[in-house]
Structures are given as structure tokens and as C-alpha cells.
């Protein structure tokens, strides 16, 4: 089965400071989605950024980037100028293209803003 | 807009008296899932349809069932709730075979067992 590592159980940015979350994942698939989820304290699960396995070039939306290693299958995020509304548990996970409609999520890492 | 509806947003119910928690979407999406969520923690799936075909996980409880009548709607039914059953209950929704692949997640049902 695929696995999803985030070892940073929580992180801390200062206020327009820039952070990277750490994702690795196990898998033997070679065409996959990966996914970046945000879980703010009490709220919704809204979807970040996502990327495609096949495509090298690394997904950006605004402020957040990813770095897609598929050789070493890592997955960080980068946010760059945080801000307060950043502060949430942010979720790694991977769903393969051809094996299904399982979602495998990481553990989270809860990331504080520093005003 | 186009959205996951889960209702109710917190329900309380007693240790062992059965509770029904809803989900909709309007989004026509092929593929439903069923998460339970306790503080601080990944999302947990239960099970998941894709249209009619009904997936359990293998260690969700027989105490967690579930039924889809249509495309719209799923239903989570607990049986029998325990104390260990106090929880976030998710609701999502993806499509099976693109374009897009991501999953769109409900507000979640809080469900606390006194």
C-alpha cells in the first residue's frame, strides 16, 4: 500500500517570512496525483495545490510552490510570504491515476504564524 | 456554487442510540467517501462509493455502515455509538477518471456521544 510521510509533526514561520513542509511517499505506481490539503482550526479542507506525476514542471498557485522529486518521491511545500491566515494542519497525500479512488493522506504538520 | 453539504454540522447523540449523518453534493462527482477525523489527525477513511459500488475499509467497524441512493446523496449510519466514536466525520467527493483528480471535502458533522 502507498505511504505518506510528513515528519514535521508542527513548524513556525515568522509573519512575510517564507516556510517549506516536508512530504515523502512510498509507491511502486509510476503515474500518480499528489496534493497538498489545508485544514484550518475548525474549518473546512480546501485543496492547496496539486501536481501531476507526468508533468516535471513544479505546480505553483500564488504564494504556494511545490518541489516535486519524483526520483527521491518527496512533495514539499513552499509558502512564501506567510501570513496570519496560513495557520492550519496542512495535509500531504497521494492518489494513484490507474489503482483506484483512494486518497492516502500524512499525518499533518500544524503550521503557526507569528505575527 | 457547486459544493459538498454535510448536515448536521454537530450532532450529539447517547451511547448507543443509533444517529444518521448526511452528506450531498452538487458537484456530479462518481465517487464518495466517508472519513472520520479526531483532533490533531490525518482523515481516516471508512469506506467509499464509486457510483453504487460500495469499498469498506478493511478496519472500519461493523458499527459504521452506509448507503448511497443516488448520485447526490450518502448517508453514514452508526449503529451502535461508543464513547470512541466521538469524532469529525467527513464527507467527500472526487472524480473517478479525471480531469480532476483532487478530492472536495464537506464542512464535517461533529459528533459527540454523552
Known amino acids: 500500500a502507498q505511504t505518506v510521510t510528513q515528519s514535521q509533526p508542527e513548524m513556525s514561520v515568522q509573519e512575510a517570512e517564507t516556510v517549506t513542509l516536508s512530504c515523502t511517499y512510498d509507491?511502486?505506481?509510476?503515474?500518480?496525483?499528489l496534493f497538498w490539503y489545508k485544514q484550518p482550526p475548525s474549518r473546512q479542507m480546501i485543496l492547496v495545490i496539486r501536481?501531476?506525476?507526468?508533468?516535471?514542471q513544479n505546480a505553483t498557485e500564488n504564494r504556494f510552490s511545490v518541489n516535486f522529486q519524483k526520483a527521491a518521491k518527496s512533495f514539499s511545500l513552499k509558502i512564501s510570504d506567510s501570513q496570519l491566515g496560513d495557520a492550519a494542519m496542512y495535509f500531504c497525500?497521494?492518489?494513484?491515476?490507474?489503482?483506484?479512488?483512494?486518497?492516502?493522506f500524512g499525518t499533518g504538520t500544524s503550521l503557526t504564524v507569528i505575527p | 456554487d457547486a459544493m459538498v453539504i454535510q448536515n448536521p454540522r454537530y450532532q450529539v447523540t447517547q451511547f448507543g442510540k443509533p444517529v444518521t449523518l448526511s452528506c450531498s453534493q452538487t458537484?456530479?462527482?462518481?465517487?464518495m467517501y466517508w472519513y472520520q477525523q479526531k483532533s490533531s489527525q490525518a482523515p481516516k477513511l471508512l469506506f467509499h462509493?464509486?457510483?453504487?459500488?460500495?469499498?469498506n475499509e478493511a478496519d472500519t467497524p461493523d458499527n459504521f455502515q452506509s448507503r448511497r441512493p443516488n448520485t447526490s446523496f450518502c448517508f453514514l449510519d452508526i449503529r451502535s455509538p461508543g464513547l470512541g466514536d466521538a469524532a469529525m466525520y467527513l464527507c467527500?467527493?472526487?472524480?473517478?477518471?479525471?480531469?480532476?483528480?483532487?478530492?472536495?471535502f464537506g464542512p464535517g458533522t461533529r459528533l459527540t456521544v454523552t
Open positions: 497525500a497521494y492518489r494513484g491515476k490507474n489503482t483506484g479512488n483512494q486518497f492516502y
Open positions: 509507491t511502486s505506481e509510476s503515474d500518480y496525483y
Open positions: 501536481q501531476e506525476a507526468y508533468k516535471q
Open positions: 458537484l456530479n462527482h462518481n465517487v
Open positions: 467527500a467527493t472526487s472524480r473517478a477518471g479525471g480531469p480532476s483528480y483532487e478530492q472536495y
Open positions: 462509493y464509486y457510483d453504487k459500488d460500495f469499498n
